[in-house]
């Protein structure tokens, strides 16, 4: 539990619920840091807060049906707690708004993806009695600061590895994709602004950061590209690993490539979203490359680096993908063979080109097609982290494996590792050989350490 500012009000406590990827996970962290200034302690049982906020995911149907359930559980700790205050933020509050309230009378405020650093005026408010809908979004403006300092002022310990958020929002509108609905247009946060969180981080013990952004490499502020930014933050003392998601295949170029072989601390290791094998699949999913640009760019990857590892993420069942086209993403699968991948069954979003598009597939159409890529990719995982047996690989540790006298950590290529020895703490780098390779990770053995926590 973390501690609250030293103010003399009554302390209360807050529990949050986080829905969906990396930048909610960044931003709720954002909300405790708002709240700590608030006196809110963090709690990590509902029936114990005072506060329960949801911080929601709307990408697809799934994530969003989550939310209307843990609303119905809520709604029953409220009647035996009534003075417990519930509050929904994230994408799904972006879009739906005042719909929540109207749908779930428990709730007493929401706000938008935009709006958490304004919770202590909205709290006010919502303990005056006030319901609350805080979803305006700010000046369309490509450049700002969007993380005010004072919430990574806090020398509190982050932990060996954190996120950064260097931008917010995407332009594409690819035509599946409800980000630039939730998140609005694109806005790069100043270099300056970034570089002295970076530093905030490192000063607390954090060695790997890992760089945000729903389009994270075409980030340009105050002159300062994505690469021109890499190069910044690499010169920071004491951080050993730079990484970063998600990137666009259309902004990932020759000098970013060549970033993977000039700066230490990026690792060799790269995300790139292909979505789909099939290039009409890609036109209509406006993602503007075709197969053979996407293999350009593996090879501009694996050229300078053949052990870099190369993750993705995949949508099967497409409105309209044949058969054929769907033979497409596996083909391209097995031949580019990809160390992991995030595969999803296409979902319909409401105000989104796609859910316009006319042959949506059966679900069980989607589902079967789904089931064939984890086998596919299943197999490919397999060979190719048995392929690691043998090898040398640095691990940077992450804490204690839950099997007793075991640590757990990453290596450069962000494979998760555990090794059968608590002689290393977080923080520790190692170099390791791996002796076995389970179906999600690694197991190797302790060659050498550097304790490298100053
Ligand atoms: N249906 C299925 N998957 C989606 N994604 C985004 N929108 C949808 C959708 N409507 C996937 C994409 C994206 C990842 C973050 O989520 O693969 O890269
Ligand atoms: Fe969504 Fe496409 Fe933007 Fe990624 S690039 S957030 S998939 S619209």
Same mark, same amino acid.
């Given at each position: ?18 829905? !969906? ?16 200034? %608030? ?32 609303? !119905? ?10 003075? @417990? ?7 799904? &509050? ?44 700010? /000046? ?10 004072? #919430? ?7 932990? *060996? ?22 998140? =609005? ?8 602004? *970034?570089? /002295? ?6 000063? /607390? ?15 340009? #502020? ?46 060799? %290791? ?28 593996? &090879?501009? @990857? ?7 590892? $190369? ?20 083909? #391209?699968?097995?031949? +580019? ?13 409401? =105000?989104?080109?796609? &859910?316009?598009?006319?042959?949506? $597939? ?9 089931? +064939? @890529? ?12 048995? /392929? ?9 540790? %992450? ?24 002689? #290393? ?30």
């Amino acid at each position: 539990m973390e501690e609250a500012s030293q103010n003399t009000e009554t302390v209360k406590k807050v529990f949050i619920q986080t829905y !969906g990827c990396q930048m909610n996970e960044y931003d709720t962290e954002k909300m405790f840091e708002v709240l700590k200034h %608030q006196n809110y302690f963090q709690t990590d049982s509902r029936e114990d807060a005072d506060l329960i906020i949801l911080n929601t995911c709307s990408i697809r149907e799934k994530a969003e049906n989550k939310v209307y359930s843990e609303l !119905g559980r809520l709604r029953k700790l409220k009647s035996v707690k009534p003075e @417990l205050k519930i509050g929904v933020g994230g994408c799904v &509050a972006q879009q739906e708004g005042k719909a929540i309230l109207r749908r779930e009378a428990s709730v007493d405020f929401v706000f938008g993806t935009d709006n958490l650093f304004e919770l202590p005026e909205m709290l006010k408010k919502v303990s005056r009695g006030q319901e609350i809908i805080q979803t305006k979004r700010h /000046a369309r403006q490509k450049v700002r600061n969007f993380i005010p300092e004072y #919430a990574f002022q806090q020398t509190q310990h982050h932990g *060996i590895k954190a996120h950064l958020a260097i931008t917010k929002g995407c332009n594409n509108h690819c035509s599946f994709c409800v980000v630039p609905f939730t998140r =609005g247009i694109e806005v790069s946060r100043e270099p300056e602004n *970034i570089l /002295a969180e970076a530093q905030r981080l490192t000063s /607390a013990g954090t060695r790997e950061i890992c760089l945000l952004g729903q389009n994270v490499n075409s980030y340009k #502020a105050n002159g300062v590209d994505f690469v021109e930014l890499l190069h910044r933050l690499d010169e920071l003392e004491n951080l050993q690993r730079l990484r970063f998601i998600s990137p666009h295949p259309k902004d990932f170029h020759e000098e970013l490539a060549d970033a993977f072989v000039t700066l230490p601390s990026l690792c060799e %290791q790269m995300h790139l979203p292909l979505q789909s094998g099939s290039d009409r699949i890609l036109r209509r999913m406006r993602r503007w490359y075709t197969m053979e640009t996407f293999y350009e760019k593996v &090879a501009m @990857l694996r050229d300078r680096l053949p052990e870099a590892t $190369l993750s993705t993420d995949l949508i099967v069942g497409f409105p309209g993908e044949t058969e054929e086209e769907f033979e497409m993403t596996m083909e #391209a699968v097995r031949t +580019i063979r990809f160390d992991l991948i995030y595969s999803f069954k296409y979902s319909t979003r409401p =105000g989104t080109r796609a &859910a316009e598009y006319p042959e949506h $597939l059966a679900e069980d159409v989607k589902s079967k097609r789904l089931q +064939i @890529l984890l086998e596919t990719q299943g197999k490919i995982v397999q060979e190719k982290n048995e /392929a690691l047996v043998g090898s040398i690989q640095e691990v940077l540790v %992450q804490g204690k494996h839950y099997r007793k006298n075991s640590i757990t950590g990453r290596t450069r290529g962000n494979h998760s590792v555990h090794i059968n020895d608590s002689c #290393a703490i977080a923080g520790d780098l190692l170099s390791v050989r791996i002796t076995g390779a389970l179906h999600n990770s690694l197991e190797a053995e302790i060659i050498s350490k550097s304790t490298v926590l100053s």
